[in-house]
């Protein structure tokens, strides 16, 4: 079955930088498009950065451009999340997700917490 296992998350000082990863199995990792969404307390899910299948075309939320940057090991079957110069604000739980034969898959979260 398709199963999304992300990594990585932790607590980290303002500034700070973390790398996050999602191990994904079960279905054809280098066919689909990825995302990265985030939860903050309180809050709704929100898109963070996308990356497709084939050319690898990122986007990104205006709040983390310049900041954050997705990308993936085809051969790995691994999506990774490198988040620079980070906020209290990115605190949140950080989700993978993919789209496989119509059907929505996500991982079961990576908790980062920013604060000094």
């Known amino acids: 079955q398709v199963q999304l296992v992300e990594s990585g998350g932790g607590l980290v000082q303002p500034g700070g930088s973390l790398r996050l990863s999602c191990a994904a199995s079960g279905f054809t990792f280098s066919n689909c498009p990825m995302m990265w969404y985030r939860q903050a307390p309180g809050k709704g899910r929100e898109l963070v950065a996308t990356i497709t299948s084939t050319s690898g075309t990122t986007t990104y939320a205006d709040s983390v451009k310049g900041r954050f940057a997705i990308s993936r090991d085809n051969a790995k079957n691994t999506l990774y999340l490198q988040m620079n110069s980070l906020k209290p604000e990115d605190t949140a739980v950080y989700y993978c997700?993919?789209?496989?034969?119509?059907?929505?898959?996500w991982g079961q979260g990576t908790q980062v917490t920013v604060s000094s």
């Open positions: 997700k993919t789209i496989w034969r119509i059907a929505i898959y």
